[in-house]
């Protein structure tokens, strides 16, 4: 009787369409939950988007006042370019270019100046940095920068916006477009329009910008260079940093835009190319919504605006009742869910790590599952515990055939239904024998015989199998092997080699029994083998058969006439590759046979007595 025949076993017993009926039940009510819980999902992904939405307006208007506000003044400069470099202009009549230039500056009231340079770095100069336009004409030759603006123009083909710089007689920096002037293939010089950042920071402080929106324009990561109200901010300027950088300016939030704490990303609703993120200072958060500007001056502008997301209050605080309800429903949903389920999962799940336990050959460490209430899941644990039961008495069985034929052998018979059917492969037969085992023997008595063999047997056994080697015979004190049948081996020939080797090595290495000293001659040979079951019918047994096997015991005995230990045929040698190192002994007639046979030694530390008397 089985063990779990002893078990109590429960009148009454559940179905499992009871246990789904229930489970479904609390399927639904999380699914309405779930439902619940996405809705206020995206309910407050549309409201952070109308954030972010709100923004980017914010930034539209921004970008499209720069575009004007630059626009002009780079369309002017180009304008002016024109007029010099096609000579409608001369550009040697500086009271001529001096009323052009002032003209121009009335014409754009957001240009701060207007520079024509020369190749020689010579200026007319008008610009509107006082209250009245003011014109200048001299050398400035010496000043570094300006033969730097005049050498960098030389090089360019086309107008561009170069790097902002700072002004020290109004304290200002500036943004400035520069094209270069050329005639009939001439550099001439440069013309370059200057606009002032404080008009920039002050169209910013002059938007609308409903909830608390904040515009900002940076040029690259760090540097300030519009914002509202920062002309009245006092930071300092210079012409090595022209701008504020964002440490400098008042505002706590946009210091922390490009931090990395307390950061998630801000969808912009049909706004690409916008960016944006949220990220939350002093316990509250704020949107950004930003983009790239690229082309006007080396770095990138960016053009973005951010404000609370919380300014949007009574929306989230609709959103927080209906999200607090949907939780309550939510937890309560879990706690059944979660007492049913680990009722009905607990049998299954014992099932599964015993399963586990049956597929990693565990067997003896699997304990019989319990009955259950469940009719299905109890059946399904008493034919568990029957196969259990069953895979436990053929793995008896299998160990214990294991014990008479190799294990590979009997992992074969097992599997063909108790025969294993004829099969013909090269095979690579080893045959081992004992040196001068008859006079070792006459000096024992038979049970010490028998231990020693034994021993010997354990020893020599080990590296066989090891080496992918299936034992056929115990002959006495001699051993049959192949490699390659009935488990296919490539590597067949050089195994059995290696195999030899490290039988030297552990016979000369130790001594058998009491204290006796033991050497092994080794026939190593490759050739086509038949094996199978064979017998009668009540009784069975593995064999090869072949020539080519009879004649690794030929070569073996050859190692008494030769005084060595390994002797490997030189069918085996082709196929070992270079593995190991041979050295031909002869072609030696085999007694019974009309062909004969080419052996070689195996050379190397592991048979240093290969010359030593049999």
Known sequence: MNQTEHQYQPEARWSIATALTWGFASLTITAVAAVLYFSLQGGVQNTRELVADQCALLVDSVIERVNEHLGLAKAQTKYLAQLITTGYLDRGDTDELVRVLTASLAMAPQIASVNFFDANARVVRVDRFTKDIAAEIGDWSHDANVV???????????GYWGDVFYIPDIDDAVV???APLRRNGEYIGVLVTTVSTQDLSRYLGDLYVPNDTVA????????????????EQRTSRSESSPLPRLGDIGDPVLRRIWSKEDVTPMAIARRPGYEGHALKHDNERYGFVYEYLYGIGPLPWIVGGYMSVESMGDVFKRLKLAGLAGVVVLVLAAIAVLGFGRALSRPVLRLTNAADEVRQGRLQTVSPLPPSR????????????EMVDGLRDREMMRETFGKFVPESIADAILADRG???PQTRITTTLFTDIVGFSTVSEAMDPKRLIATLNEYFEAVVEPIERNGGVIHQFQGDAILATYNLPVEDPEHAARAVQTAIE????TR?????????????????TG?????????????????????????ARIEQMNKELGTRILVAESTVKLTGSRFEFRRVGELPIRGRRQSVVVYRVIGPHNPDETMPV
């Open 148 to 158: 730097d603006i005049v050498r960098e123009a030389r090089a360019a083909l086309e």
């Open 419 to 421: 025969t294993l059917r």
């Open 176 to 178: 400035n477009f520069r």
């Open 503 to 506: 039988i030297q090595e552990v």
């Open 528 to 552: 086509a083998a038949v094996c199978g079951t064979v017998g009668a019918q009540g009784r069975l047994g593995f064999t090869v058969h072949g020539d080519q096997v009879n004649l690794a």
């Open 216 to 231: 900002f324009i940076l040029v690259g990561q760090e540097d300030v260079l519009a914002y509202p109200n920062l002309q």
């Open 509 to 525: 290495a130790r001594t058998f029994g009491e204290g006796v000293m033991l050497a092994t001659r080794v026939g190593i040979n």
């Open 374 to 385: 469940l009719r299905e899941l109890n059946s399904a644990a008493e034919t568990f515990n």
